[in-house]
C-alpha cells in the first residue's frame, strides 16, 4: 500500500502540533499576564463573633453559584470604601488569580454588581 507524499506530510505535520500543544500543559499554576473578571458569589470568609481566629488566609471568598468554593480574594487594592453592600450577591471581580501558600487567591483590581 502507497501513501502520498501529502497524505505523509499532513500526518507528520499534525503529529508535531500535537506533541507541541501536549507540551504546553502544566501542573503548576503561573502569575497571569493580564488581569481577569470572574463572575461568582462575593462572600465573607472571616470569623463572626467566634473565640478562635478563623484560619482562611483573607476576609473574602469567591464561591460559584452552587456554593462552590472558588478562591479566596485580596482586597487590599480596592477603593471601595465599604465591602458590605457587595457581600452574598453576585459580583463581577477584576483580578490576577495567584497561588499563595496553596492557596487560590485573586489579587481584586476591582469589584462591581452583576446586571
Excluded: W
Amino acid at each position: 500500500m502507497r501513501i502520498g507524499v501529502a497524505k505523509l506530510i499532513t500526518a507528520l505535520v499534525a503529529c508535531c502540533c500535537a506533541l507541541a500543544m501536549s507540551a504546553c500543559n502544566s501542573a503548576t499554576t503561573r502569575h497571569a499576564a493580564s488581569p481577569s473578571e470572574y463572575v461568582c458569589i462575593f462572600e465573607y470568609a472571616g470569623a463572626v463573633f467566634s473565640p478562635v481566629p478563623s484560619s482562611a488566609p483573607f476576609n473574602y471568598s469567591m464561591r460559584d453559584i452552587n456554593g462552590k468554593f472558588i478562591a479566596y480574594v485580596d482586597t487590599s487594592r480596592l477603593v471601595a470604601q465599604r465591602l458590605e453592600p457587595f457581600i452574598g450577591k453576585c459580583v463581577v471581580i477584576r483580578g490576577i488569580l495567584l497561588k499563595l501558600d496553596g492557596e487560590s487567591v485573586v489579587r481584586a483590581d476591582s469589584i462591581r454588581l452583576k446586571r
